[in-house]
T-cell receptor
Framework: DAGVTQSPTHLIKTRGQQVTLRCSPK?????VSWYQQALGQGPQFIFQ???????QRGNFPDRFSGHQFPNYSSELNVNALLLGDSALYLC?????????FGPGTRLTVL | AQSVSQHNHHVILSEAASLELGCNYS??????LFWYVQYPGQHLQLLLK??????LVKGIKGFEAEFIKSKFSFNLRKPSVQWSDTAEYFC????????????FGAGTRLAVHP
């Protein structure tokens, strides 16, 4: 049984560009959450998707958007990239109260 | 504001020493509590969790944690650490109404020397 998978593993972009990160949840999980982990910090909640709708959102600007597909996979989009968006982006999936994390996508903005 | 504090940012221990990592949260309502571990080069893994019931919970690899409601604390303990416990440890809380929204502490980096 595959766990949570994320792609790509690493990504380098320049300021002002747009990026799309992808996540496939653990089999049977219907909820996907996205987190941003800056260097030396704990993960920060971006938003959560359930039944293809954004269920709740953290303190992130509208440049951060997402989508959930009928197969429960999810995308995170970031527009107008800033240097401060450089971080590890984590996807977590859940069915009930326990979340399982993927390996993350390391985004570097130059 | 809902927040989670981890008191120690870096801890260095020798093998066989005892470990206690502190975690406090800001809010007095119903909470779900978690400790996650991130080994070098690996993704976040769940060590243990508390939802309700016995406030002393046991997790994987000999770790345990105690929920003290009056102190808003959920400290992680291990009686005897091993070199393989070298990792970063994160305390995380889901506050009531949070729909599984995890609020993480800043993490504690543990180094265990042989």
């Amino acid at each position: 049984d595959a766990g949570v998978t994320q792609s790509p593993t690493h990504l380098i972009k320049t300021r002002g560009q747009q990026v799309t990160l992808r996540c496939s949840p653990k089999s049977g999980h219907d909820t996907v959450s996205w987190y941003q982990q800056a260097l030396g910090q704990g993960p920060q909640f971006i938003f959560q998707y359930y039944e293809e709708e954004e269920r709740q959102r953290g303190n992130f600007p509208d440049r951060f958007s997402g989508h959930q597909f009928p197969n429960y996979s999810s995308e995170l989009n970031v527009n107008a990239l800033l240097l401060g968006d450089s971080a590890l982006y984590l996807c977590a999936s859940s069915l009930q109260r326990e979340q399982f994390f993927g390996p993350g996508t390391r985004l570097t903005v130059l | 504001a809902q927040s989670v504090s981890q008191h120690n940012h870096h801890v260095i221990l020798s093998e066989a020493a005892s470990l206690e990592l502190g975690c406090n949260y800001s809010y007095g309502g119903t909470v779900n509590l978690f400790w996650y571990v991130q080994y070098p080069g690996q993704h976040l893994q769940l060590l243990l969790k508390y939802f309700s019931g016995d406030p002393l919970v046991k997790g994987i690899k000999g770790f345990e944690a105690e929920f003290i409601k009056s102190k808003f604390s959920f400290n992680l303990r291990k009686p005897s650490v091993q070199w393989s416990d070298t990792a970063e440890y994160f305390c995380a809380v889901v506050f009531s109404g949070g729909y599984n929204k995890l609020i993480f502490g800043a993490g504690t980096r543990l180094a265990v020397h042989p």
